[in-house]
């Protein structure tokens, strides 16, 4: 079992950063591949970027390539996205997931023109 909490979400202006942090509970952290995903109003949830286990592989979505990277630290049970250069259209909840199984309760992200 893992619990997932996610934290870092505000208010930012067109251009800014976040940093999101996902902190994990439970002891099979580091075997799981994570994952950030959001859901704008209206829209669907959708993949934002990956990272494996190890964190020697990473992958994201086409719209934050360049933009957004995504790490891990298995020391402290943690993933991060660390989001540059924002833009309206970011705006959304984003949710961490470990592998397909565990979900977090979603931080708010809000990006003003």
């Known amino acids: 079992q893992v619990q997932l909490v996610e934290s870092g979400g505000g208010w930012v202006q067109a251009g800014g950063s976040l940093r999101l942090s996902c902190a994990a509970s439970?002891?099979?952290?580091?075997?799981?591949?994570m994952g950030w995903f959001r859901q704008a109003p209206g829209k669907e949830r959708e993949f934002v970027a990956r990272?494996?286990?190890?964190?020697?592989?990473?992958y994201s979505t086409d719209s934050v390539k360049g933009r957004f990277t995504i790490s891990r630290d298995n020391a402290k049970n943690t993933v991060y996205l660390q989001m540059n250069n924002l833009k309206p259209e970011d705006t959304a909840v984003y949710y961490c997931a470990a592998g397909s199984d565990f979900w977090g309760q979603g931080t708010q992200v809000t990006v003003s023109s």
């Open positions: 990272i494996s286990w190890s964190g020697a592989t990473t």
């Open positions: 439970g002891r099979t952290f580091s075997t799981y591949a």
